[in-house]
């Protein structure tokens, strides 16, 4: 329940820790294990200020503020009219499984059979199905630190060692290769990698790929979960270097990648995965026994996306593309802030050490009073410690709105409370 003294209703949210749960009922430890993606925390908060009849500036959210394009929602529409109402084969619909083959090998660069191709609902089942393969006490698993926070809750959740990976600001937040290659052990099973990135838009390089790959060789045990859901949103003229286009390791490499960013259908709950054939019998044994398939119309809409125009996909491109601009040259003119160029995704992490404010903190003034909402660089790990992440999702007024808020804020008080 709200309270004058808990306006956001913080102490019964996931936010400040789960939950206390009456004593007689027994959970599983994993539950207390089980991180969260505090966005869709700020999302609450952010609803119950607007309920106030407040007016919040929103960059925290990760989802384009577009709406899906016509040709697919229609698409959408005609398979509902047309009777797709049942179930589907749990891997999905072959015509779809084989829309997706063809687009990796022509944007991941990479053959791909329509049998190694699991369609789920939305980015996060592949990254489960993966972890869930690998993760039990004991085991290792590598992931980017700041990083997407369900990697860490999901490796946590299987009992199995999370190791971080750090990505630095000073390397534009791309991983090492050197340093990534350290860390594996004999317990090592899984490593993640996410290019481009979130929270930071940093990219991965093709030589720290190239090195990467070369040193996985003489590691054979150790299999890569690689999340290139941002694939299609690169600045700059970078290119994306895919997992799929190292033959090399292709009996270990899993993409994750899906509709959500790419055609603004965040809430379709459309993604897929290419699995190693070694691998793709039991991710399906996963689909089966948590979502059966991925819902039927949802698919045909998701066909239509990779075979029509792909226009679409250019016009958001473009303007994110200016918007990223915008907010980067914006957030380094407020006090205590400085900010690189991110080289992909919709993010922009901004360094606001120099204030001297904790994270969390500055997030929570930053909304309660500049009423301009983003996210604590620590809600992606601790490594995140010391920025903000703001999301260029949003339109250029909102950013240049939000951004002069946050200014005067920092321009009167500054200091730690
Ligand atoms: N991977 C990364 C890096 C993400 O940022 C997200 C969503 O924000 C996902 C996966 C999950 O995507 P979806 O919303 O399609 O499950």
């Known amino acids: 329940m709200r309270t ?21 009922l027994q959970l599983a430890s994993a539950v207390s294990r089980l991180g969260t993606e505090t ?65 990796c090998t022509r944007f991941h660069g990479g053959k791909v059979h329509p049998d190694q191709v699991i369609i789920v609902p939305g980015g996060k089942p592949t990254l489960f199905y993966a972890v869930l ?17 369900i990697y ?33 052990t004999p317990r090592t099973r899984l490593i993640i990698l996410n290019s481009p990135a979130n929270p930071t838009g940093g990219v991965a390089s093709k030589v720290e790929m190239d090195k990467l ?84 119309a949802a698919q045909m809409a998701g066909m239509e996306a990779l075979r029509g125009p792909q226009d679409c996909v250019d016009r958001m491109h473009a303007a994110f593309d200016a918007r990223r601009k915008v907010i980067v040259r914006e957030l380094n003119t407020i006090p205590g802030f400085r900010c690189g160029m991110p080289k992909g995704a919709f ?13 969390r903190e500055l997030e929570r003034r930053l909304l309660q009073e500049a009423r301009v909402s983003c996210l604590s660089g620590t809600s992606f790990g601790a490594m995140g410690e010391g920025f903000l992440r703001f999301s260029y999702a949003s339109s250029e007024e909102t950013i240049q709105l939000a951004c002069q808020r946050v200014r005067e804020l920092m321009s009167q008080a500054p200091a730690a409370r």
Not at 153 to 178: C, H, K, M, Q, Y
Not at 347 to 359: E, V
Request: net charge negative; aromatic share 10%.
């Open 133 to 149: 393969l690998f993760g039990e006490p004991g085991a290792e698993i590598v992931y980017p630190n700041p990083g997407f926070p």
């Open 213 to 296: 790959v070369r040193g996985l060789v003489n590691q054979p045990h150790v299999a890569v979960l690689s999340d290139e859901i941002y694939s299609r949103l690169l600045y700059d003229g970078e290119k994306h270097v895919s997992i799929l286009s190292y033959p090399e390791i292709a009996d270990r490499a899993i993409l994750l990648d899906g509709w959500s960013k790419t055609y603004a259908m965040t809430g379709w709950r459309m993604g897929f995965g290419v699995w190693p054939k070694s691998l793709v019998d039991q991710a399906e044994r996963l689909q089966i026994n948590c979502n059966s398939c991925t819902n039927a």
């Open 39 to 103: 966005a869709f925390e700020v999302v609450n908060r952010v609803g119950a200020l607007e309920a106030q009849g407040q007016k919040v500036l929103k960059l925290h959210i990760g989802a384009p503020d577009f709406r899906t394009p016509e040709h697919i929602v229609e698409a959408g529409r005609k398979a509902l009219a047309d009777g797709f109402h049942g179930y589907t084969p749990a891997k999905g619909l072959l015509p779809v499984r084989e829309s997706v083959a063809e687009y």
């Open 152 to 184: 860490e809750s999901a490796i946590r959740w299987t009992g199995a060692t999370p190791v971080p990976l750090e990505l630095r600001e000073a390397n534009g937040f791309a991983f090492s290769a050197d340093e990534l290659l350290a860390k594996i």
């Open 347 to 359: 993010y922009a992490f901004a360094n606001t050490s120099a204030t001297k404010i904790p994270s």
């Open 4 to 24: 004058l003294a808990d306006p956001f209703n913080l102490r019964r949210s996931a936010y400040e820790g789960a939950p206390r749960l009456e004593a007689r």
